[in-house]
């Protein structure tokens, strides 16, 4: 240790790229069945690919029937041991331990998160089995899977998005356009081949919530050629996918969607990322390749760098823009921007030649230009609610150039499409809602997901449902379903965003806590990004799909902003409403 000198920094790596491996330990000759139990559960927490080191722990027979890609159960705390289940048996051949613990969520075999809390409460049970020395205690009795801690869990696991493409219905028409990209997130082991594990989940399909509403352009019963054991690419960032012979008589054009699934899955696995992705034959011939600028023109809805601008509403209910890097206000063209009409909220399209907003009585929604001597209409969406709050939410226009809305009526609550902004709007049936009332609405980029916050008996959360299209274009059928918790953690939710392919950004509280903002996953799990400063009386939060463009907010300070690194800073004193395009 040196005994002199001056004191400097020392960068000290995040703890998602820490390099610090765990690994279990065989059991000890002679372990009682408790120490036995321990040391299983602590195997379950190393990093071996096959859970070899856990096997040790089971009798031959049970390690052979044991699935640990089953399941994995997470617990926020546990597992603990249960004394009123841990004890010997009668006879005195065996040993029943007790585990509980309170579960939070369940990894299931296609890698999905789904939030489950509850108690926890299994057993395992211990047998004495022959070795090399004489009897041992082993375990021939657990429970399905693998079960960890809420900490271990963050250590071992890695969030992924896998891509398939939104399907396309007899609702869309023929000017639907290319179907966009879908995020699907999964769970990888972080230190196990990450990218293989990957390529492998999304050669499997899609997981079962996501499953109706997109598809792979992989043929049924593709895989990895035979043999394959691993995947990452060359020194130049290039990655070859070997592929059986399901893949074999693909045509081009079909290949180049393959490849692209492929990129954008894998385009986040690596430090360097992937510049070119290459599927070959069963015989290792080249069936295709794509690289990172073809790849973005295959995926519409990846939008990284095309938004010019950031929206908010003024003091005068008048619709204005800013650079999306910039401080200067202005009006946009066109009706919103000419005093025509006061909004109390605003969406912007993904394309920023249209808006819609809602008169600022909340009764009536409009649509028009944002180009210079455009019009305005009313469009045929009224609330007929007694009270202003109780009238129409924010509008939400989708990627494929859709726009949604929802009626707060206590007497009427509905959520209400317009396919293209127009004409009569369709009634989408919420599956699963029961006396909730909608209380706001963003739809996700790609069409197929749909957030809202739900207020029900007092409490407002955030759920996420699947868009399910039918029927013709003449008669649209438009559902959600399956609705889902998307921050189960938190107890009231004030505002949300998309802020990426299966992220949200949440202004909310936790049981008994303050306001704060976090990001979290479609699917309910936390998300591990980047921890977000505090805001006082944050009422709206607006965010683009492309993380390197700021958070917009409305808060007591008026209308702020927070690039990366940064602190919240305000940009005008006056105004509400913020909004990306979308």
């Known amino acids: ?28 000759d002679g372990a009682p069945p408790a120490e036995i139990v321990e040391g299983f559960l602590e195997a379950l927490t190393s990093d071996e690919a096959d859970y070899a080191m856990a096997r040790k722990y089971l009798t031959d027979e049970a390690s052979e029937g044991w699935q640990p890609g089953s399941a994995t159960t997470v617990l926020a705390d546990g597992p603990n041991r249960d004394p009123d289940r841990t004890s010997n048996d009668r006879d005195g051949g065996g040993f029943t331990y007790g585990l509980t613990g309170r579960k939070i969520a369940t990894i299931n075999a296609k890698r999905a998160y789904e939030s489950d809390e509850g108690p926890y409460a299994e057993t395992l049970h211990l047998t004495k089995q022959k070795g090399k020395d004489g009897d041992e205690w082993r375990i021939e009795d657990l429970p399905e899977g693998v079960v960890l801690g809420e900490s271990d869990f963050k250590r071992i696991y890695l969030s992924v998005n896998k891509y398939y493409f939104a399907s396309r219905s007899s609702s869309d028409g023929d000017s639907a356009g ?84 492929l990129f954008f899955t894998l385009q986040d696995l690596t430090s360097t990322g992937i510049e070119e992705i290459e599927l070959q034959r069963s015989n290792g011939s080249r069936l295709c390749a794509l690289d990172a600028d073809q790849a973005d023109g295959v995926a519409p809805h990846h939008t990284a760098g095309t938004l010019a601008y950031q929206y908010f509403v003024d003091d005068k209910g008048q619709l204005v823009r800013m650079p999306k890097n910039g401080d200067d206000v202005e009006p946009v063209s066109g009706p919103f921007g000419a005093g025509e009409q006061e909004f109390r909220t605003v969406a912007v399209s993904r394309a920023e030649d249209r808006a819609a907003g809602v008169s600022n009585d909340g009764n009536s929604l409009f649509v028009g230009s944002l180009l210079a001597g455009g019009s305005l209409e009313r469009t045929k969406v009224r609330s007929k609610a007694k009270k202003e709050e109780d009238r129409l939410t924010a509008p939400s226009w989708d990627g494929r150039g859709d726009l949604w809305v929802a009626d707060q009526d206590p007497e009427n609550p509905r959520l209400l499409w317009l396919p293209e902004g127009e004409g009569a709007p369709t009634e989408v049936r919420v599956a699963g809602l029961g006396d909730g009332r909608i209380k706001s609405v963003r739809v996700s980029a790609d069409g197929a997901r749909v957030a809202l916050l739900v207020e029900d008996e007092g409490t407002v959360s955030l759920k996420v449902g699947r868009v399910e299209r039918e029927g013709t274009p003449d008669e649209p059928v438009v559902d959600v379903r399956e609705l889902r918790l998307a921050a189960p953690q938190m107890e009231e939710v004030t505002a949300m965003s998309w802020a990426g392919g299966s992220r949200l950004v949440v202004v909310g509280k936790e049981a008994g806590g303050v306001q704060q903002l976090r990001y979290v996953q479609s699917d309910g799990s936390v998300s591990l990004g980047p921890t977000l400063p505090g805001l006082t009386g944050a009422t709206e939060i607006a965010a683009s799909e492309d993380d390197r463009l700021p958070l917009v907010a409305h808060s007591e300070d008026g209308i702020v902003r927070l690039a990366q690194g940064a602190n919240w800073r305000t940009v005008l004193k006056e105004g509400s409403a913020p909004v990306y395009p979308g």
């Open 178 to 261: 290319q179907a966009p990209l879908v995020a699907d997130p999964v769970y990888v082991r972080k230190r196990i081949d990450p990218v293989t594990q990957s390529v492998k989940s999304l050669l499997e399909g899609p997981t079962d919530w996501l499953n109706p509403v997109v598809s792979s352009r992989f043929p049924t019963g593709t895989a990895l050629k035979k043999g394959t054991k691993s995947l990452s690419p060359d020194d130049q960032n290039r990655l070859k996918v070997p592929l059986n012979r399901k893949a074999d008589g693909i045509r081009q054009d079909r290949c180049v969607n393959m490849a692209a699934q």
């Open 1 to 28: 240790m040196p005994d002199s000198g001056g004191a400097g920094p020392v960068d000290v790596p995040a703890q998602g790229d820490s390099q610090v491996r765990v690994f279990g330990v065989p059991p000890r």
